[in-house]
């Protein structure tokens, strides 16, 4: 079973792009709102840079520094998220430290 944390380190690898699958009719995220003209749901490529000791979200939840970062929210449920340079220092401490 998955546990919720941080494992390792990725970098967005392209610009965004519409997501193909909303158009796919056998798709399970087909959207017959989306046209090619106007799509409505965007990704971009991630790349792995590195693996990380991993971090459970109640390590980073007692984190004073993340304290406003989406992760850690209640009712949040975000993989992919702006990072600030304050937090980023702070996962970069508690990955050590791990």
Known sequence: ???SGIAGI???ASESYADPSQFDKKSEY???KATKEKPIWQLVDIAFVEKISFISLDIL???KKL???PLVQK???LSVMPVKKSEWDAIL???KKS
């Open 93 to 95: 401490a508690l990955a």
């Open 30 to 32: 087909y959207d017959a």
């Open 61 to 63: 939840k007692a984190e």
């Open 10 to 12: 990725a970098k967005v």
């Open 1 to 3: 079973m998955p546990h």
């Open 75 to 77: 009712g949040t449920r």
């Open 67 to 69: 304290s406003t970062m």
